[in-house]
Each structure stands twice: as C-alpha cells, then as structure tokens.
C-alpha cells in the first residue's frame, strides 16, 4: 500500500508551529474535549433525532472497535460515500479514532468514480447507506466489490442484506490506539477533477484543522452557533468554511438536511434556529427567489456564505435586504487556499469580490502564462501556498508535475484578478473545466464517455453561461451514421454509472468540426470556437 502522506519544506512546517497555526490537534480529540465540556449539549440533529456530543463520541468509539475487531488496521484506507445523514459523523469520527483514513466519495458519484477511488486509494472496505435519494447503493457495493480487490469489506447503514450491517459494526472500545500524529494524513479529498477522474487529496489533522478554527474566527462560528448542511456533508466547502467540522470544533450544532430547497430548508432555520449555512450560487438564487413569498421566521440566520461558483454581484446585492442577513463570499479550493469577505466589510467589496485569504501566511502570485507576475488589478493565472494548502496529490505523479511549481506552489487552474489589498476577483478557469452549480465537471471525462457509444464519430463538450446553474454543459456530437437523439444519448450514459451531473444538459449535432488549413486544430480551440457559436446562435434566436 503507497502511503498516504503530505509533507510541508521543515523550514515551513517550524514557521506554521511557531505561528499557532499546527496546534498538535487532531479530530478525535477535538471531538473527546467537547465530550468531556459539554455531554448533553446536541451536536448533530437530523429529521427527528438530536445526538449529543456524549452520544457522538460514544457512537464513534463503538464504531471505532467495530472496524478495528474486522480486522481493518490503522492507516488503512476506507471509501465513505454517504449523504447528509448523522451516521456520516459517528463513520468517520470512528474511521479517525480507529487511526484509519476516510476517503470521501460524493452522494452522486456512481460506479465509475467510486472504482477509481477506491482503486486509486487502494480502500481497504467501502461504507455506505443502503439507499440515498432514491439510489440503492447496495447494487453498487456489489459491483464494486467485484472490481475492485483490495476492498475486504462492504459495510452499509440500514438493510445491507450480505453486507456488514454498519449499525451492528460495533464492539465495546477497548485497547483503542492512540492518537495519531497530528502531522499525519487525516483524510483524502477529491479534487474538481479538471482533468479527468478526481485526483485524491490528503489532508492533514495539522493543516484542515487550522482552516477551519481559523474559518470560525473569520465567520463569528462560537458554542451557541447552528449551522445548517445544505450541501452534500463530503464536500469541503459545507465541511470546512467554516462547515460543520468548524461547528463541531467550536461546540455547535449541526443541522442536517437531505434538500436544500427553500420550503424545507427555511423550515428548519425557524424550527432550529439555524445561524449560518453555506450555499452554492444557484440556490442563493432559489432562496432570494422563495423569500418574497416565504411564510417561514428566518429571521435566526446572520451569516449567509456563498461560494463553489462565482456569486455574480447582481445577485450578491439582495442576499441581505431579501434575506435579513450578512452576505460572505468565499473563494476557495479543496487542494488549501480559502478567501472569505470579512463580516465587517463594505457592501461594495461584500458584493463584488470573492474575498481575502484566511492566513497572513498564504502567499498568493498571480501571473502571466510565463509564471511572470502580473500588476495589481490585473488578470492573472492563481498560484498559491501556505499553511493549509496541499503540496501533493496522493500517488499522482503526473497530476503533481502540473499542478504545482518547483517551489511548491499550487496552480489553482483559476483567472483572478487581486487588488492592492489583496482580495481576489475571481474572473473564471483557466482551463477546460465546467462548474455546473458547484459541481465541477471535466470536459475530457464526459467527451471520453461519449466517444465510447458506437454511433458517436467525435465529441466536443463545452461550458455555456446559465442563469441558474453558473454553467451547464452542452455536447456537440459528430455522428458515425444516423443522427443519435439527444434523449437517447443522455439515456445511453446514465447506463455507464456515472454521477447525474456529468450528463450533458444540451446535446447539438453537427455534420463536422472546424479544423485548420492544415486539418488539425487542439481541443481547447475547438471547444473555444464551438462555444462561442453556441453562443452566438443563442443571441440570434434572441433578438
């Protein structure tokens, strides 16, 4: 098994220490103190059920023996994919005590990017829920189990029929290990994946709990803070920014819930009297919408956080007259750097930037296609390094050569533009990369699927600009013969297990592509010039 690791230059890792920024913390003792402090106090509601912090930590240790008595051992890799349900929390707080490490899979995600995960991760066991928003996952298990060899164990919350009943998977916690070095990987990510499948992340317990204690000071997260999950619980924007992780750091508590649409959500603010949550660009529009005829008090909420895409200041301008409350942007990656407008800013840099980053220690270039950096106010291609900011992809040579420079510095793949106080514009991807309401999507990945139907002669996905999804994707399709219908297509790749989201949303065919005199043209021009036809089209049927 290649070992999980992310290992800072010495001189930088004594200068994070000598900050305070790497206390020596990691999750399981964050968790044991707010066991110790406050027992009773409710950590985790979801739907009808309140844990405390006592009942979490108890759960978690319980889980811990469980996975320890199958014979899975520390640092071992373990493929979570579970929803917004409070069996994500009792897993992985029981993945850490256990000194094993969890690797986040996304709700949506299907066969295809959870294979990849789990072989890239080489998962020791895979943890589920039997269902979740209508998907039965315990056919995915099956398959996976199949596939992949280094998995021995399929645990599943609720039925799991032949699989291990993750609600039995426990064992009275005793001979525990120890803490493990806080320096040590905590957890994998998944990247956007801009080039393909996810790239796996790790992070450590030094450095991702550094982002989000320093995330609560930013955002004003304390004890009496309720934070509501409305975003999948894997992604590291609800979990970090400062998300639940930094709720349950502070000693809050988190509200979950399984849709983020206004009717339910805004319910569970006036019922919890939720304080702060965190939205991706789309529905913040669905929540400012709903709000001229909600019925519903939210008049609990204070913060609003907004970010996964650019918030376009139109929209920002009417988060805190419609919705009573405090507007904050955020910028950030889960590869490290995040940037927050700061609650005390003026509406105008709230409404029209993406923030500042969190640590003095974030050092932050923008620079020309030469690595040459550019003036202050101009645009620019995102490098980036620091306290929390990865160095590496796990087992990626290849990944790694191209995402970060010979000093360390991470290309973000981002467009931005900083002013001479150092907040950020975001301006858009530098690459072939559509963020489609948060969700990020490789072009190349979704033309591959497409290439590999028998009818399909050549593909080409391209982003377009959407009112209500930031961007969608649209699919220009040579055919080899007759011409495939749209519908037809779309139903062909939902066959091939991968997640809704990649799906292209429009689907055009066309009798060739454009090349160059010479016969060639490089992907990029390509997508380039069918998008700005796509877009040129549209403003002809417009007028």
């Known amino acids: 098994m290649k070992p999980a690791e992310q290992i800072w230059p010495a001189h930088l890792a004594e200068r994070y220490r000598a900050a305070g920024y790497w206390r020596g913390e990691t999750f399981s003792a964050f968790l044991r103190r707010n066991a110790t402090n406050r027992p009773d106090t409710v950590a985790i509601v979801d739907g009808g059920r309140r844990w405390t912090y006592g009942e979490l930590q108890r759960r978690a240790e319980t889980h811990a023996a469980g996975f320890l008595e199958l014979g899975l051992k520390p640092g071992e890799r373990v493929l979570v994919q579970m929803g ?61 189990k199949a596939q992949v060899s280094t998995i021995r164990h399929v645990i599943l919350s609720g039925e799991a029929r032949e699989f291990i009943c993750l609600e039995d998977c426990v064992a009275e916690p005793v001979d525990l290990p120890a803490d493990p070095d806080p320096s040590s990987v905590a957890f994998m990510q998944i990247s956007g994946g801009s080039t393909g499948l996810p790239k796996l992340i790790p992070r450590t317990h030094d450095d991702y709990i550094y982002s989000f204690r320093a995330s609560n000071e930013i955002c004003g997260v304390t004890q009496e803070s309720v934070y509501l999950v409305a975003l999948p619980a894997a992604h590291n924007f609800p979990m970090s920014s400062p998300g639940h992780m930094g709720t349950l750091y502070a000693g809050g508590r988190v509200v979950l819930t399984r849709a983020a649409s206004p009717d339910i959500a805004f319910a569970l603010i006036e019922r919890e009297q939720v304080t702060i949550t965190g939205l991706v660009p789309p529905l913040a529009l669905l929540w400012l ?67 500042r980053p969190i640590s003095p220690h974030d050092e932050v270039l923008v620079v020309d296609d030469g690595d040459q950096p550019v003036e202050d106010g101009s645009a620019g291609h995102l490098l980036t390094r620091g306290p929390y900011t990865i160095r590496a992809y796990h087992d990626d040579p290849a990944a790694n050569a191209r995402s970060f420079t010979m000093d360390g510095y991470y290309r973000t793949g981002d467009v931005v533009r900083k002013m001479p106080d150092s907040y950020l514009e975001v301006l858009g991807r530098a690459g072939d990369h559509i963020n489609r309401a948060g969700e990020k999507i490789s072009a190349e990945e979704v033309e591959d699927h497409l290439l590999a139907h028998p009818d399909v002669f050549d593909a080409a996905v391209v982003s377009v600009p959407d009112p209500a999804l ?43 592509f454009e090349t160059t005199a010479v016969g060639k043209i490089s992907r990029k021009e390509l997508r380039a010039r069918l998008r700005e036809q796509l877009l040129a089209n549209d403003e002809e049927s417009a007028a």
């Not at 066991?125 to 998907?135: E, H, L, Q, R």
């Open 84 to 144: 917004n349900v409070a069996e994500f929390f009792s897993t992985v707080f029981g993945l850490f005590r256990a000194g094993l490490v969890p690797v986040y899979a996304l709700p949506a995600h299907r066969l295809t990017e959870v294979d990849h995960l789990a072989r890239r991760s080489e998962a020791a066991a895979y943890i589920a829920c039997d269902s979740y928003d209508g998907f039965d996952y315990r056919e995915l298990a099956r398959d996976l």
């Open 289 to 355: 919408k709903a709000s001229e005829t909600n019925t519903a008090d939210i008049s609990s909420l204070e913060v609003l956080l907004v970010g996964g895409a650019k918030f376009l200041p139109e929209a920002a301008r009417h988060v805190k007259p419609k919705l009573g409350c405090q507007l904050q942007q955020v910028f950030g990656m889960a590869e490290g750097l995040v940037n927050y407008t700061r609650l005390d800013d003026p509406d105008d840099t709230v409404v029209h930037t993406q923030g």
């Open 470 to 512: 930031g961007e969608r994707s649209c699919a220009f399709v040579l055919s080899k013969a007759e011409t495939i219908k749209p519908s037809a297509l779309k139903s062909w790749m939902r066959k091939r297990g991968i997640a809704a989201f990649k799906i292209p949303d429009q689907i055009v065919h066309l009798d060739r």
